[in-house]
């Protein structure tokens, strides 16, 4: 049991307990592991303080209502997963500047906040476009072997390792 502890555990063992995972969430469920759309309804539901039940009447969340809901309390779980993780390994620590960004661009903080902003901009604005995430396209979609989430999980692939060479190499 000393692998709990462990700051990184296997990437197959973590592989084969998320497939695990899937199973459970197609057999108790019968729905997909996904979280990009919690981020959609999130912004619905911020954008419902200022509109009111206007919101409602958008296609979009005609079908994905603005509330939380398994996907919303999924990515609550990853983080309060993640934060337990770090916790119980010893590997927790608050960092602005990560050592590997500060080694190539410094360690003032506002570019690192700027690039990982616009980071998670593109990559909410490529799961809407792909009708999915990484958990969505990669982890479900493959596991029922959708060619379309192939297609996304190499594009994913593709994309990150591009933008590392683009950020650490051409510009870093």
């Given at each position: 049991m000393d692998w709990i502890f462990e700051?990184?555990?296997?990437?197959?063992?973590?592989?084969?307990?998320?497939?695990?995972?899937?199973?459970?969430?197609?057999?108790?469920?019968?729905?997909?592991?996904?979280?990009?759309?919690?981020?959609?309804?999130?912004?619905?539901m911020f954008v419902r303080i200022f509109r009111g039940k206007k919101i409602d009447e958008m296609p979009y969340y005609k079908q994905f209502s603005p509330s939380i809901d398994w996907e919303w309390m999924l990515v609550l779980g990853v983080v309060l997963g993640g934060f337990i993780s770090a916790r119980?390994?010893?590997?927790?620590?608050i960092q602005v500047v990560p050592a590997m960004w500060a080694a190539s661009f410094g360690s003032a903080p506002f570019p690192r906040i700027l690039t990982a902003l616009a980071g998670g901009i593109f990559l909410g604005f490529g799961a809407r476009w792909s009708g999915g995430c990484t958990s969505g396209h990669g982890i479900s979609g493959t596991l029922q072997l959708a060619i379309s989430s192939w297609i996304a999980a190499v594009c994913f692939f593709i994309g990150g390792i591009a933008s590392a060479f683009i950020i650490f190499k051409v510009i870093g």
């Open positions: 700051a990184r555990w296997s990437p197959y063992a973590a592989g084969i307990g998320i497939g695990v995972l899937s199973w459970f969430t197609f057999l108790l469920s019968n729905k997909p592991i996904g979280c990009s759309t919690a981020f959609a309804r999130t912004s619905g119980i390994s010893g590997d927790f620590s």
